[in-house]
């Protein structure tokens, strides 16, 4: 038997080429040896964005930019988590066993906790407890958002996944989740839920830069190229990309701005490309005007066929409906056997 990996992103927003070198173009191939199920989390998304307006059509988005990236509905899994009613259900059962002590120390509740009330500082002694507990309800920290973790777990655990391809943003929510299958099958002395593990398919995990000189590519940093972007779009930002006066000495260190468009341009295109800049930066000849064309270039090498694919199966409502509602099938029939141990177990039984 395959292994069973799984993984989910929020729909909140266009994937990015992080996402993409991070994530999906992993996913693709992943696809071919493992029991892959890939899912849209838009139940996680009302954490943080409940808007009824955009959630829909951000859901649609991602299927499709999946679809366009190559993910194949023969091969994988795919489907929404809203559309698998045990997802919930099961939420409900496991937060019986989890503490609100660990979920409120969880840094990625934490931060959002903070932004929520608008407190800036991210040291970890500010008394972020005790502002949550003090607050009104207009002003408020929602519980969705503090049982995050537990919804996590159970996308993982219901579907008995093995590895989890996540970033390192969500190694914290890993370990939880390895914690709370740990405890309920201790708990109920069962073997019910493997402990899943973070995957790593091929290699040291990316991390993609923005082009705005600082961090990773991120869709709040607002430094992102989409993989759904219009081509004078992606231009655009490449040239705009930070840099600085450029190398003063043959052989200087790189600023980060320039190494970033490096690590870019390193993913993106031919070794004896990399080279030829490489070179020019080491002897002073580099423009960065030249290196941004060629950097736009590849990029749009990889994603013009991603969108010109994305555009046509948006368009393809009959499509996505039969791929999701498949992938809903699928992802039901497995979930539904382990909310029927686990109710088992819990000792809710029907009297009928
Ligand atoms: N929390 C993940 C993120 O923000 C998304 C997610 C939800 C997920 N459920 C998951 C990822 C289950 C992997 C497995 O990126």
């Not at 992943?30 to 307006?53: E, G, R, S, V």
């Not at 969500?170 to 405890?183: G, K, S, V």
Request: glycine share 6%; charged share 30%; with cysteine.
């Amino acid at each position: 038997m395959k292994e069973v990996v799984l993984s989910g992103i929020r729909s909140t927003g266009n994937l990015h080429l992080g996402n993409y070198f991070g994530a999906l173009s992993k996913f693709v191939r992943m696809q071919n040896d493992y029991d892959c199920l890939f899912f849209i989390a838009d139940l996680h998304a009302l954490t943080t964005h409940p808007d009824p307006k955009s959630l829909h059509g951000n859901v649609k988005d991602i299927i499709a930019e999946y679809l366009a990236a190559g993910l194949d509905p023969e091969k994988a899994t795919i489907f929404v988590q809203s559309d698998v009613p045990e997802i919930p259900e099961l939420y409900l059962l496991l937060n019986m066993h989890v503490g609100i002590g660990e979920l409120m120390r969880t840094a990625s509740f934490k931060d959002k906790a903070r932004k929520a009330l608008g407190i800036k500082s991210d040291n970890d002694n500010d008394d972020i407890e005790k502002e949550i507990i003090g607050t009104d309800s207009n002003k408020r920290v929602n519980a969705g958002l503090l049982t995050y973790p537990t919804l996590m777990a159970v996308d993982i655990l219901i579907q008995k996944a093995h590895k989890v391809p996540v970033g390192k943003d969500q190694e914290q929510h890993l370990e939880l989740t390895r914690r709370f299958a740990r405890r309920f099958n201790s708990f109920y002395g069962v073997d019910l839920f493997p402990e899943p593990t973070n995957f790593d398919f091929g290699g040291a995990p990316v991390k993609v830069p923005g082009l705005d000189g600082s961090g990773k590519m991120g869709k709040s940093e607002g430094n992102c190229i989409y993989l759904a972007d219009e081509e004078k779009v992606l231009r655009k930002k490449v040239m705009r990309a930070v840099t600085d006066e450029g190398p003063q000495a043959p052989n200087s260190p790189m600023a980060q701005p320039v190494q970033n468009l490096f690590t870019l341009l390193e993913l993106t295109s031919t070794p004896d490309v990399v080279k030829h800049f490489t070179d020019a930066y080491a002897d002073c000849s580099i423009r960065y005007g030249d290196l941004k064309k060629q950097l736009a270039e590849d990029i749009l090498k990889i994603t013009l066929p991603i969108r010109e694919r994305y555009l046509e199966i948006r368009d393809n409502d009959e499509y996505i409906a039969r791929v999701v509602k498949q992938g809903a099938e699928r992802a039901r029939e497995r979930a539904a056997k382990t909310l029927a141990e686990v109710r088992d177990v819990m000792g809710i039984k029907r009297f009928w």
